[in-house]
């Protein structure tokens, strides 16, 4: 065989061999994934309920993952800043945010907001929902016991009343807005940069009605220092049994919970998303002692995967867009 006969030969078999080495390599780098830190984003401050479910499921991922997760808190602009940031991120799968509801309406609020929801990030899977209550200050709006109580004291009073939430297109004030169109009534709106603020204000008396999460007034609830008036959804019933829905008080249909999940950025490996995604439906369905503490932190612990949450994003998007724009509510 001549010379030039071999060099075909051997060029003909690299040629063969070089999408096989190709793809060995990238599945060896994927079974090697995670071999570093892995950073979680928390858009929102320390200590809130998206910052909290963060640090239970990131250190139970971390468990099954074998790799450190760490959490980097970028607050600010009802979590619009640290989204905007985040979605600009390596998409390496070592980058990852949990996602909280406020995110979700900060685009509606904020007319230079950065990013749009239904396609500037991957959606992996959903953690938690965090059930809302209305609750009052029993020394402020005395003798009420549930929502009829309630709107016929409004309705009633010589003075107007105003409701508090955690801020301007927050979802207390947004499912608040829904529920005064449906039930006939009128509140002021007196918004809070944050649910302790407002929870605190609320226990001072300086306003008597909030729409509040529940993780925030759980402990107050329990000390008789607020009254739960109604839930915002049957799973509200977890932590507050006795108390009954809006939708079981008259208003059919009314049903919503403020939630979280876990983003990645566009790009991001479909391998890795699927892992992150696999290993968080096992802790989220299973694991019962992150179940509690998420219970504890007055949160349910629920999982979807990717495809159901941007659903969920989706259809939360269309449906709070509609109240913002028919409100004129803005925080700009």
Do not use: C
């Amino acid at each position: 065989m001549n010379p030039s006969s071999i060099r075909r030969r051997q060029l003909l078999a690299w040629s063969a061999a070089a999408p096989l080495l190709g793809w060995t390599g990238y599945s060896r780098a994927q079974a090697a994934w995670p071999s570093k830190i892995i950073k979680m984003v928390v858009a929102f401050p320390a200590g809130g309920p998206t910052d909290t479910a963060a640090r239970i499921v990131a250190q139970k991922l971390s468990e099954r993952l074998g790799q450190q997760i760490i959490i980097e808190n970028k607050p600010g602009a009802s979590g619009s800043i640290g989204t905007a940031s985040f979605i600009k991120s390596p998409a390496d799968g070592y980058n990852l945010s949990m996602f909280g509801m406020p995110a979700l309406l900060a685009p509606l609020m904020y007319k230079n907001n950065a990013y749009d929801v239904t396609k500037d990030f991957a959606a992996v899977a959903t953690v938690y929902d965090l059930p809302m209550a209305i609750v009052v200050n029993p020394a402020v709006i005395p003798g009420v016991d549930d929502l009829a109580g309630l709107i016929r004291f409004i309705k009633e009073s010589k003075e107007p009343l105003n409701f508090t939430s955690s801020g301007t297109g927050s979802f207390g004030h947004l499912a608040m807005e829904q529920l005064k169109e449906l039930g006939k009534f009128d509140l002021m709106h007196v918004p809070y940069r944050g649910s302790a603020p407002a929870v605190a204000d609320l226990l001072g008396g300086q306003i008597g009605i909030m729409f509040a999460d529940v993780v925030a007034a759980l402990p107050h609830i329990h000390a008789g220092k607020l009254k739960a008036i109604a839930l915002s959804s049957p799973n509200a019933k977890a932590l507050l049994p006795k108390t009954r829905t809006v939708s079981e008080q008259g208003f059919p249909g009314f049903d919503f919970d403020s939630w979280g999940g876990l983003i990645a950025p566009l790009g991001t490996p479909q391998a890795i998303l699927d892992r992150i995604a696999s290993e968080t439906r096992d802790i989220v369905a299973k694991d019962k002692e992150l179940q509690q503490k998420l219970l504890t932190a007055g949160a349910i612990a629920s999982f979807q995967d990717g495809k159901q949450m941007q659903a969920r994003l989706n259809k939360d998007y269309e449906r709070w867009s509609a109240i913002v724009k028919a409100k004129g509510i803005s925080a700009t």
